[in-house]
């Protein structure tokens, strides 16, 4: 598929969809020579949709940096913004071609085969940034004499799509409770 192409963004709310429309914003400023149609692509059939759904139609990916910029200035007259609530599970059964209409659609919670649409011209998908999930804590501290750390190593979107970790035991300060050395 050459030529226009519609790019997909979801997220379970607003501040995270506005954080994964920044984040493909800062991707595409560091891999300008990027495929627009492998984007796309990753972003139809490589992601699980959410609630909040945001897609664009752009020819290339100086246009879509820029309409991704505007949004985020707080321009939504370049985007298709919709919530999946609507049209929940409704599937797409208009002209393939039109992108307006299958925006329309699939931003308001309609379903799209995007695999089939492709059908035996699938691209290879890319690694793009991930979903940025809410840096929010929900355990309690441990008071154990060791705690396990794990480190996530920096991640080379260019040589990997595997997220490498690292495993290190550290003596912790305190002793636990009840505990005699003698």
Do not use: C
Not at 25 to 34: C, G, I, V
Not at 109 to 136: C, M, Q, S
């Amino acid at each position: 598929l050459m030529g226009d192409q519609l790019i997909l963004l979801s997220a379970k709310n607003e501040s995270r969809l506005m954080e994964q429309v920044a984040n493909l914003s800062n991707y595409l400023e560091t891999n300008k020579q990027s495929d627009l149609t492998r984007i796309a692509y990753t972003l139809q059939a490589g992601r699980q949709p959410m609630i909040e759904r945001l897609a664009v139609i752009a020819g290339n990916v100086t246009a879509l940096k820029q309409q991704l910029n505007q949004y985020l200035s707080g321009d939504q007259n370049h985007v298709y913004r919709g919530n999946a609530r609507k049209n929940k599970g409704a599937v797409y059964a208009g002209n393939q071609s039109d992108l307006s209409q299958l925006a329309n659609h699939w931003v308001n919670g309609g379903e799209v085969d995007w695999k089939g649409i492709y059908g035996n011209h699938k691209p290879v998908k890319l690694p793009l940034p991930t979903y940025p999930f809410a840096r929010e804590r929900y355990w309690t501290e441990n008071k154990r004499s060791t705690q396990k750390t794990v480190v996530l190593s920096d991640f080379d979107h260019e040589t990997s799509d595997i997220n490498r970790y690292e495993v290190r035991w550290e003596q912790a300060n305190a002793e636990p409770a009840g505990f005699n050395a003698d």
